[in-house]
């Protein structure tokens, strides 16, 4: 039987939120949006489940007392491939396969991580990439694919290219892995970007330049995997999910 466990980021403040709370406590039609993706991982039918907690962390553990979480601190928000690492090395027992998700997703639906687990297990992936699509992707990570449709990478927009930037398949920044596949590659980042920061994006080029398989679920509704940096962002989510 394999076994899953889910790895929710929810270490950072959230500063264009400009409050003092931690940006995944802020509520979403009445709950907090890291408490809507715990309960939507819960309905996935993963029991274990690892929260990455940082700035504020006694404020987000006492939020979530009534939910069946572990934590792993993150004392220092050094990106994304630094949170996960500080959750893999939290855990208390092994696992085949770890998710990846951040705490700002709030629409998030159960079925949808059902079938990026599937498909990555069917696939004998080592990653398994939920994307979406976008006339204009913004600011977030584009999927880069090979000539015979294959992912060999994810550019963060910063990093992008002018022609890079015009792709329209995005990364939603929910993954699928392969646990010890993970773990070894996560020791080969560096923080050779524009946020000198360790990109948990990183690894999918290294499993591609190792010819690992990639796979990819792309879904029909962005809004699904919408993150909120404002709490104009949120609003408008909340006022999408809505229609």
Sequence with gaps: ????????LAAGKGTRFKSEKPKVLHKFHGKAMLHHVIETVSKANINNICLVVGYK??????????YNVSYAIQEQQLGTGHA????????????DHCIILAGDC???????????IQTHIT?????TLLTAKLDNAGNYGRIIRNKTNQITAIREAKDCSDVELNITEFNSGIYCFDTNALQDCLKKLNT???????YLTDVIEFFSNEGEI??????????????????????????????
């Excluded at 696939?123 to 990653?127: F, I, L, R």
């Design 1 to 8: 039987m394999n076994s899953t466990t889910a790895i929710i």
């Design 123 to 127: 696939s004998n992936a080592k990653a």
């Design 192 to 198: 050779n970007n524009a946020q000198n920061e360790y």
């Design 106 to 116: 709030p629409l998030i639906r159960e079925t949808t991580i059902a079938e990026l």
């Design 57 to 66: 962390k006694e404020m987000v553990k006492a939020s979530c007392k009534n």
């Design 84 to 95: 996960v690492v500080c959750g893999l090395n939290a855990l208390t027992s092994s696992t």
């Design 214 to 243: 990639i796979a990819g679920v792309c879904i029909d509704n962005a809004w699904e995997v919408s993150g909120a940096n404002t709490q104009e962002e949120l609003n408008k989510m909340a006022e999408v999910s809505l229609n």
